[in-house]
């Protein structure tokens, strides 16, 4: 299992960035996808997921509004649509994914996720 995640980069606030993450060898349809995000000296944080299978979607609070996540089927490509970005959004985004329902995982806790890809630095100047 290979997750690619790419589109990171410096932009000023209130601009928008467009992550994507795309994936190859996941076992199960039924798999759980995620954006998480860790900023300098912090633990990381959940932004969002999705339920692979019907399209369902989490957002954590502080980015909802903001922050859409969308997914390519044909292309088993996940993607993180930020606008509006704020200087607080600046972390390291990862992807990540899981083969199991996200009926029987938690879908905030980082460690739920057997899954990685090796994350895209977004950077928000004000």
């Known amino acids: 299992v290979q997750l690619q995640a790419s589109g990171g980069g410096l932009v000023q606030a209130g601009g928008s960035l467009r992550l994507s993450c795309a994936t190859s060898?996941?076992?199960?349809?039924?798999?759980?996808m995620a954006w998480f995000r860790q900023a300098p000296g912090r633990e990381r944080e959940f932004v969002a997921a999705?339920?692979?299978?019907?399209?369902?979607?989490y957002y954590t609070d502080s980015v909802k509004g903001r922050f859409t996540l969308s997914r390519d089927n044909a292309e088993n490509t996940m993607y993180l649509q930020m606008n509006s970005l704020k200087p607080e959004d600046t972390a390291v985004y990862y992807c990540?994914?899981?083969?199991?329902?996200?009926?029987?995982?938690?879908?905030?806790?980082?460690?739920?996720?057997?899954?990685w890809g090796q994350g895209t630095l977004v950077t928000v100047s004000s």
């Open positions: 990540a994914a899981d083969p199991r329902s996200w009926l029987y995982i938690k879908v905030v806790v980082p460690t739920e996720y057997a899954y």
């Open positions: 060898g996941l076992p199960f349809s039924s798999h759980v």
């Open positions: 999705v339920s692979w299978s019907d399209g369902s979607l």
